[in-house]
Nanobody, 123 residues
Framework: VQLQASGGGLVQAGGSLRLSCATS????????MGWFRQAAGKEREFVAT????????SYADSVKGRCTISRDRAKNTVILQMNNLKPEDTAVYYC?????????????????WGMGTLVTVSS
């Protein structure tokens, strides 16, 4: 199973980015999916999660109201739309798949991880 995150880049504060996670090698359409991030010198933290059919989502308080997670099961893709970005959003963003169908904000519930995409927000 491979997860490939893309869409990161350099953006000014207040701007938007759309991160995409493509899965291949095995269908993950029945797994929950999530986004985590890790800033330099900090631990990895939860950002957003979605269940297998997109019916349930959850967000970290730090991004709630600014980010939207969605998925296209037919295309095996998960999207993280990020708006009104702040310098503190700067991090490497990782997509991951859970070991079950539901969403989760706990990294230990994720089995498959992508390589990450760097998001840099300038002030």
């Amino acid at each position: 199973v491979q997860l490939q995150a893309s869409g990161g880049g350099l953006v000014q504060a207040g701007g938007s980015l759309r991160l995409s996670c493509a899965t291949s090698g095995r269908t993950l359409s029945n797994n929950g999916m999530g986004w985590f991030r890790q800033a330099a010198g900090k631990e990895r933290e939860f950002v957003a999660t979605i269940d297998w059919n997109g019916g349930r989502t959850s967000y970290a308080d730090s991004v709630k109201g600014r980010c939207t997670i969605s998925r296209d099961r037919a295309k095996n893709t998960v999207i993280l739309q990020m708006n009104n970005l702040k310098p503190e959003d700067t991090a490497v963003y990782y997509c991951a798949a859970t070991i079950f169908a539901g969403p989760s904000d706990l990294s230990r519930n994720y089995r498959y991880w992508g390589m990450g995409t760097l998001v840099t927000v300038s002030s």
